[in-house]
DNA sequence: TTGTGTGAATCCCTTCACAGCG
DNA sequence: CGCTGTGAAGGGATTCACACAA
């Protein structure tokens, strides 16, 4: 039905998701393609182009339903469902991953947390015990977990994601500032925090010297 | 000197910078843009093209001069100074960056955190004391912050934003997932873990539904 | 010979503009 | 009318291919 859609459309609907979350709350009933480039910081062609990859979701002249839509792009974004996700690393990022409350709210479920600190093993974070990484590969499979948050230092990771994939687990949030080498079919998605920064005081430093 | 640099390219050259890091360490004297490729998951035109953009510090026959290379990036990047960093919202996200090792170590000193909390407002962190955000703008006009790392909820950060920009810093690093309204001169990275998690669930479904 | 630097060609995303439906 | 859906045009970024320097 869909054939090569651009990650940054992606990265639009996401968006377009979130304001009409907003908008229902608010009552309206439907939206127009211009309303929703507005809150999105991007133009009504765009907004058309990137839904008319999908499908086509609206009534001409009046616009988009809401309610239809939004269920449609949590449909596609496949966010329709809850997802189990395993928490690999119980240091700070996990720890401030595992409280984000946008997290539970959007259909990600933690059923397990690994750390290798013996120091942490046996704990409980809220309900959920500490798991060391020996039995990784078999918890991971009985939990029936899809998705796995990467939050261990760069040397660890590549082992862990290894043996995640291994457990079958379809999908990697990674943290740690590494390139990881898993097989095609596994989607990695990378947040590096240095390369955000270096972003940013690259834009500063440009910026001074130009008018 | 240079003219409209893409955004990808930015986000590439940090990456070279990071191999260029790697590579000082093992020893080496000189790279290809061939081994750079490699390293980075893209290929050796591009990296040469990115290069490009601000000059031409490679020979040819021979390849790049290792130290001479991540010299001239960590210019380009704007990483070769300390920046200092505030850090608004000392709530989990906040004390994982706190903590975050690569954080000092690259060049960003945090020196002042700032959270509304009143149980949180006196107490240290490592030797800084937390502020109240009473006197947000002479706080950071006195220590002369330029880099604002907005962890702070929804529905606080376009206040903060507007305050620190008041306060004359240059860039802002939001962890809020709302778009902020600055003047144009204050760039903005926005880090979304909302966002990635649902490219991620994305990816997978439409991984599902094709071959 | 090796590997850079770079115009030219290509590819892909965005924007335009308008036909067509409610 | 008003607003969507979409081919066509436009603009950027990536890739190609090769002249040229070491």
């Not at 339903?65 to 990022?93: N, P």
């Not at 997290?103 to 060391?132: M, N």
């Amino acid at each position: 039905m869909t054939r090569r859609i651009p990650a940054s459309t992606i990265r639009r609907l996401s968006h377009y998701l979130r304001s009409l979350e907003d908008l229902e709350a608010s009552g309206d009933e439907t939206v127009s393609s211009e309303e929703l480039a507005l809150r999105g910081q991007t133009t009504a062609a765009q907004v058309r182009k990137d839904l008319s990859h999908f499908g086509s979701f609206g009534k001409r002249g009046l616009g988009y339903r809401i309610e239809e839509l939004s269920a449609r792009l949590r449909q596609i974004l496949g966010v329709d469902r809850v997802w189990k996700v395993a928490l690999i690393g119980a240091g700070r990022i996990g720890s401030a991953l595992f409280e984000y409350p946008a997290f539970e709210s959007r259909g990600y479920e933690c059923v397990a947390i690994i750390d290798s600190d013996p120091a942490k093993i046996g704990t409980y974070w809220s309900e959920l015990q500490i798991h060391g990484p020996d039995d990784l590969e078999s918890l991971l499979a009985e939990l029936g977990v899809e998705l796995v948050i990467l939050a261990v230092p760069a040397r660890a990771a590549q082992e862990m994601a290894e043996r995640s994939v291994r457990a079958g687990i379809k999908g990697i949030l990674n943290f740690a500032p590494i390139r990881l080498k898993v097989p095609r079919h596994v989607p990695v998605e990378d947040v590096n925090l240095v390369m955000e920064l270096e972003a940013l005081s690259f834009a500063i430093t440009q910026h001074g010297s130009e008018p």
